[in-house]
């Protein structure tokens, strides 16, 4: 019987530790911009190949 509430208080312990954080988390501002993530893997393909044309234009090839 005393094992469980050891466990009770350890699990406790454990959720409250776990609350601070996401309120910390949240204050912080960690989940203020939910929309760009969604989106940023739509045009995050179309960047590296706009880099990849301008590092070879500026090395002088004009083939793509």
């Known amino acids: 019987m005393g094992m469980i509430?050891?466990?009770l208080i350890?699990?406790?312990c454990i959720a409250l530790c776990f609350l601070a954080f996401f309120f910390w988390a949240a204050k912080s501002g960690q989940y203020d911009?939910?929309?760009t993530p969604s989106v940023r893997m739509l045009f995050d393909e179309e960047v590296k190949q706009n880099q990849?044309?301008?590092n070879q234009k500026s090395n002088g090839n004009t083939e793509v």
């Open 5 to 7: 509430y050891i466990m």
């Open 10 to 12: 350890v699990s406790l």
């Open 33 to 35: 911009d939910d929309y």
């Open 52 to 54: 990849n044309n301008q």
